[in-house]
């Protein structure tokens, strides 16, 4: 059973930075935590087309600073690459690669997640004891 699933929706890097830093966080105290990709977190990194919220973009130069600063990259496939060097589960929902449209080969999981089927998901979500999205 997977004790936190955190959904990332959103194709933002501040969202990227939230959900991936939380879970290696989580994961590092030894806390099994899941982190799936969907809707527009996983049309970006399908089309590797990143930016930060309105609200944050005058930040952005700044967020990305201090983030190396921190030792975190603010790059969302580096932050994935971590993420896995970690030993966070990283998924891409499988109903939402369809729904963007999506067959492998031609339109390959990005590196570094493996597929969730949509059965999986709505198991791994009844069995969490936490789940959130950023």
Same mark, same amino acid.
Not at 35 to 56: C, H, I, S, W
Not at 67 to 95: H, R, T, W
Not at 104 to 132: H, M, R, T, W, Y
């Given at each position: 059973?997977?004790?936190?699933?955190?959904?990332? /929706?959103?194709?933002?890097?501040? =969202?990227? @930075? =939230?959900?991936?830093? #939380?879970?290696?966080? /989580?994961?590092?105290? *030894?806390?099994?935590?899941?982190?799936?990709?969907? !809707?527009?977190?996983? &049309?970006?990194?399908?089309?590797?087309?990143?930016?930060?919220?309105? *609200?944050?973009?005058?930040?952005?130069?700044? #967020?990305? $600073?201090?983030? &190396?600063?921190?030792?975190?990259? =603010?790059?969302?496939?580096?932050?994935? $690459?971590? &993420?896995?060097?970690? *030993?966070?589960? @990283?998924?891409?929902? !499988?109903?939402?690669?369809?729904?963007? *449209?999506?067959? %492998?080969?031609?339109? %390959?999981? %990005?590196?570094?997640? !493996?597929?969730?089927?949509? =059965? +999986?998901? #709505?198991?791994?979500?009844? +069995?969490?004891?936490?789940?959130?999205?950023?």
């Amino acid at each position: 059973m997977v004790e936190t699933v955190i959904l990332c /929706k959103e194709g933002t890097i501040n =969202s990227y @930075l =939230s959900a991936l830093v #939380i879970a290696m966080n /989580k994961k590092k105290k *030894g806390e099994d935590v899941h982190v799936v990709f969907m !809707q527009e977190g996983l &049309a970006a990194l399908v089309d590797k087309n990143f930016r930060f919220t309105p *609200g944050l973009e005058p930040y952005a130069k700044d #967020i990305e $600073k201090n983030a &190396a600063m921190m030792g975190i990259p =603010s790059d969302p496939f580096e932050l994935i $690459k971590e &993420a896995n060097k970690v *030993g966070v589960p @990283l998924y891409a929902c !499988q109903a939402w690669m369809k729904l963007l *449209g999506g067959k %492998p080969p031609k339109f %390959p999981i %990005p590196d570094g997640l !493996q597929k969730l089927e949509l =059965s +999986e998901l #709505i198991k791994a979500l009844d +069995e969490a004891k936490k789940v959130f999205s950023i």
